[in-house]
């Protein structure tokens, strides 16, 4: 079992990093986190390449990123709300989803054959809602063919951190036992 996790957050060691990692270690098989925040991935530049060609042509980490999308079995976004949104290198990291939807729209070509199980992790610790993330978050799920089937939340990180967050732990803890079996 192959699971692909998308890391939101600059915190090396915050409350999405730690929700990660307890994922990370109850899971079976192979687990790549692409920290976004800190991998060589631009953003879409819109260039239209992919409304003619399949693929993107733009050369970067998501090269190799792609073929894990297409390979893998499980795919989770994992963010801290921003202005009630994913942050910031996240939706740029995630823009070059495009080429999916650019395929699958002009070219008529599905380029992510195999259906994966999807899950979004949300922690935010203000007075901006977690919807918008949460919809953006399932929408960009879709783009890769994962069903966002789990949303985890820990909204209240002002107060208490993820790792105090027994709800949310015990969530990731079943989202292992399920993907496991
Ligand atoms: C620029 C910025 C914007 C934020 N906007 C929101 C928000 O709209 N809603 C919210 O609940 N928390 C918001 N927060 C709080 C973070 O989501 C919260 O601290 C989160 O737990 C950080 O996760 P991390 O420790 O994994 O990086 C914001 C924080 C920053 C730095």
């Known amino acids: ?26 899971l079976n098989g192979e687990v790549r986190v692409v920290d976004v925040y800190r991998e060589a991935i631009g953003p879409c530049l819109d260039c239209r390449a992919c409304w003619k060609e399949p ?20 795919i989770v976004i994992a963010s801290p709300v921003y202005y009630s949104e994913l942050t910031g290198p996240m939706l740029s990291a995630l823009s070059r989803l495009q080429m999916f939807y650019a395929a699958r729209r002009f070219l008529k070509q599905e380029l992510v054959p195999k259906p994966k199980r999807g899950a979004v992790i949300l922690c935010g610790g203000g007075e901006g809602s977690a919807e918008t993330a949460e919809k953006t978050a399932c929408c960009l799920l879709r783009q ?30 079943a989202l292992a036992a399920e993907w496991n079996q």
């Open 55 to 74: 693929g993107c042509i733009r050369q970067d980490a998501m090269r190799e990123i792609y073929s894990e999308i297409i390979a893998c079995d499980n």
């Open 144 to 173: 890769m063919k994962a069903d966002p089937k789990h949303v985890i939340l820990s909204l209240r990180t002002d107060q208490i951190e993820s790792w105090k967050d027994s709800a949310a732990i015990a969530q990731i803890h």
């Open 1 to 26: 079992m192959k699971t692909l996790i998308w890391n939101g957050s600059p915190r090396k060691n915050g409350s999405t990093a730690y929700l990660i990692s307890e994922l990370e270690q109850a």
